[in-house]
C-alpha cells in the first residue's frame, strides 16, 4: 500500500513571494491533516479536512495560508505572502476516518526555507 | 489549558533499556499515541494506548494510567537505529492530537 506522498520536498523562498505544497493521502482514506512542524518542537495542525470538507482550521493564519481539497482527495497548502517565521516542515497525514481514535500516517513533509 | 510534557533530550548504551515518560493535561481524553521520527523524516506510528496497561510490541512497550495523566515508552535491547526523536501526542475529547514536543533519543556505542 503506497503512503502519504508530498511534493516538492524542499523549497526555498524569498520573504513575499508565494508557495504551494501538494499532498496526495492513502488511497481511501477520508480524513486529511496539515501540520507545520519547527525544528525541535511536535507538530501543530494547521487544518484537517474530512473528505473536502474543513473540520478544523482553528490555526491556519488565514491571511495568508489557504487549504483546499476539491475532490476529496489530493490537498494543496498555499503560503501567500510568505514571511521568515513560516520557515518550518509542512507535514500532510492522513487517516481512514472510520473513527475518532484513528492513527494518523505521515507523508516526508516539505522542508520550507524563507529567506 | 492542553499541554504535555516530556523530557528534551535523553542518553542511553546500545543494549541498554531506556524509558521516556509523557505527562498530559487535555480537555477530554481519547487514547495516547507515540510516533518515532528519524532527524529530517516524517512521524512514524509506534503505538496507540486508551485503556490503562501495558502494550507490549516487540522491543517497545508503551504504559498508560489515566489517573495520572501519565505515559511511557520503553525501548529494550537499544540499537544505533534507535537514535530518533520520540513524540508523545494525546487525543482530546474532540479527537484533536495535542503533541508534545519530543524527547531527542541519543544512543551511544
Known amino acids: 500500500e503506497a503512503g502519504v506522498a508530498q511534493s516538492p520536498r524542499y523549497k526555498i523562498i524569498e520573504k513575499r513571494q508565494s508557495v504551494a505544497f501538494w499532498c496526495n493521502p492513502i488511497?481511501?482514506?477520508?480524513?486529511l491533516y496539515w501540520y507545520q512542524q519547527i525544528l525541535g518542537q511536535g507538530p501543530k495542525l494547521l487544518i484537517q479536512?474530512?473528505?473536502?470538507?474543513?473540520?478544523?482550521d482553528s490555526q491556519l493564519p488565514k491571511d495568508r495560508f489557504s487549504a483546499e481539497r476539491l475532490k476529496g482527495v489530493d490537498s494543496t497548502l498555499k503560503i501567500q505572502p510568505a514571511k521568515l517565521e513560516d520557515s518550518a516542515v509542512y507535514l500532510c497525514?492522513?487517516?481512514?476516518?472510520?473513527?475518532?481514535?484513528?492513527?494518523?500516517?505521515f507523508g516526508p513533509g516539505t522542508r520550507l526555507t524563507v529567506l | 489549558g492542553q499541554n504535555i510534557d516530556q523530557p528534551t533530550e535523553m542518553t542511553a548504551t546500545e543494549g541498554a533499556i531506556v524509558q521516556i515518560n509523557c505527562t498530559y493535561q487535555?480537555?477530554?481524553?481519547?487514547?495516547l499515541f507515540w510516533y518515532q521520527q528519524h532527524a529530517g523524516e516524517a512521524p512514524t506510528f509506534l503505538s496507540y494506548n486508551v485503556l490503562d496497561g501495558l502494550e507490549e510490541k516487540g522491543r517497545f512497550s508503551s504504559f498508560l494510567s489515566r489517573s495520572k495523566g501519565y505515559s511511557y515508552l520503553l525501548l529494550k535491547e537499544l540499537q544505533m537505529k534507535d537514535s530518533a526523536s520520540y513524540l508523545c501526542?494525546?487525543?482530546?475529547?474532540?479527537?484533536?492530537?495535542?503533541w508534545g514536543a519530543g524527547t531527542k533519543l541519543i544512543i551511544k556505542p
Open positions: 497525514a492522513s487517516s481512514s476516518g472510520t473513527s475518532g481514535a484513528d492513527t494518523q500516517y
Open positions: 487535555t480537555s477530554g481524553f481519547n487514547g
Open positions: 501526542a494525546a487525543m482530546d475529547s474532540n479527537y484533536q492530537l495535542i
Open positions: 488511497s481511501g482514506h477520508a480524513t
Open positions: 479536512f474530512q473528505n473536502n470538507g474543513v473540520v478544523d
